[in-house]
């Protein structure tokens, strides 16, 4: 055992975490590391009674249920063809306004948000249905691709969404709340997002032409009649899920698995469910769920360290001594973890900072669920901000080679889309019911 000061504990593990990430090893491993390296120095054989008394009791946390489940319905709906019948039904309405198929690309972004929770799975499907549609049609490759990817990451932030659910626990708030208060944020970044994609269309007709009339041809009735069947199912899966929490009748786990049976029903309602897919929907569930709890799991360890340490208090301290009053310290909490987004997954960031800084907000006198989304529609920047942005390596990978998408092109289209993000967090700040008023109408 060292006898180290809470100080020098804090640079100890704050360094060890930036060098560990720039090695390039996976994230967990870099926790797990730091945490027990730190904690068996300081305190010998009794870390283990630190670690694994906060580590057991987060992973014993109910609430955790839900992560696979919703994974499970996100994956599972990925496999339904649900994305197929709505970009049809969308494509013959909005085909023919310029920038119609970019803001087609969002609102399916959205709508997927609303039913699948992972971002993994929308930029997928977007990438693979939406975006060779674009580009083939003579769209701008940066702004189509910048379309997927902005659409596809709101499915981390509209409910159902794993960060969510992993947040809750994490900061001791409602994860029922959470998810009421993330529904008009991702909204106002949907909007914002397709206004945006309007208004250069409107202003540089080249990037993203309208599509030929001879090729949206249909009767009135006939294409009202493919969006009713193509969006009725999707209010049926989100009633399920978002519905039962919002009545009151049953808690974000239960939903989850409500969730999870009304995708796989829909999956056979489409015909496309088959013993290859459910084994192939269950692998992937528990191969995304496990890399989920491991990080879980290592940053807990990380954060009892840290804690215990009294390396939280030395943070605060530094946080609440920073000039500018309390909106001052707001903005230093929000610029770092803008800047974290860019080196680390955000469910590092959650499992590290949220701890780290709830109690600050409370301090500070913030309500903590609007202090809660704010930090989530900041993370948003983090799937699209180098160097790790998951969102755009996602898309990249996604994408069909012959379409020519390059790196660049994906980089350049998601810029626009950032800002947009800075513009929404300013006007939840200006307008915090944004965030707060559908919660305060939840029944309990």
């Given amino acids: ?35 027990l390296f730190v904690g068996f120095t300081v305190w010998g054989l009794k870390a283990i009674e630190v670690i694994y008394g906060r580590m057991y009791g987060m992973m014993m946390d109910y609430i955790l249920l839900a992560v696979p489940l919703f994974v499970f319905m996100g994956v599972m709906l990925e496999r339904s063809g649900i994305t ?8 013959v309405w909005l085909g023919g306004f310029r920038g119609g198929l970019a803001i087609l690309t969002v609102l399916i972004g959205t ?13 997928t499907m977007l990438a693979l249905v939406a975006l060779p549609s674009m580009v083939r049609k003579g769209y701008s490759k940066s702004l189509a691709a910048g379309a997927v990817c902005a659409g596809g990451c709101l499915g981390i932030l509209i409910p159902p969404s794993v960060m969510l659910v992993v947040y809750g626990p994490t900061a001791g708030i409602s994860v029922g709340k959470l998810f009421m208060g993330a529904f008009f944020p991702g909204f106002t970044l949907s909007i914002l997002y397709c206004s945006y994609i309007a208004v250069r269309s409107y202003l540089q007709p080249n990037v993203a032409p309208s599509v030929p009339a001879e090729e949206r041809q249909v009767p009135f009735l006939k294409k009202t009649w493919m969006l009713i069947v193509a969006l009725g199912p999707v209010a049926i899966l989100i009633m399920s899920v978002l519905g039962v929490i919002f009545l009151g009748i049953a808690p974000p786990t239960e939903a989850a698995g409500c969730g999870a049976f009304v995708a ?10 088959s013993w290859q897919v459910l084994k192939e929907v269950v692998r992937i569930t528990m191969r995304t769920c496990g890399f989920i709890f491991l990080i879980i799991t290592m940053a807990v360890a990380f954060t009892s360290v840290f804690l215990a340490a009294g390396c939280g208090d030395v943070v605060e301290e530094v946080i609440l001594g920073a000039p500018g009053g309390r909106w001052g310290i707001f903005a230093i909490i929000m610029f770092i973890i803008f800047i974290l987004g860019m080196f680390i997954e955000w469910i590092g960031i959650v499992l590290i900072m949220v701890p780290i800084v709830t109690p600050i907000a409370t301090a500070l006198g913030f309500d903590l669920v609007w202090f809660s989304i704010m930090v989530c529609v900041n993370l948003q920047m983090a799937f699209m901000t ?9 898309c990249r990978g996604a994408c069909p080679t012959e379409l020519g998408v390059s790196m660049g092109d994906i980089i350049r289209g998601v810029v626009p889309f950032v800002l947009l993000i800075i513009v929404g967090l300013t006007l939840m700040t200006i307008f915090p019911d944004i965030i707060l008023w559908l919660p305060a109408q939840m029944i309990k």
């Fill in 84 to 91: 197929e019948k709505l970009y049809d039904a969308l494509f």
């Fill in 386 to 394: 180098p160097p790790v942005a998951g969102g755009i390596f996602i």
């Fill in 264 to 273: 796989t029903l829909l999956t056979i309602a489409y015909r496309r469910f």
């Fill in 1 to 35: 055992m060292t006898d180290l000061s809470a100080e020098t504990v804090t640079l100890i593990m704050m360094g060890g975490i930036f060098l560990g990430i720039f090695t390039g090893y996976p994230i967990a491993f870099v926790f797990g590391t730091v945490g």
């Fill in 111 to 123: 709508i997927l948000a609303a039913c699948v929770g992972i971002i993994a799975a929308s930029i």
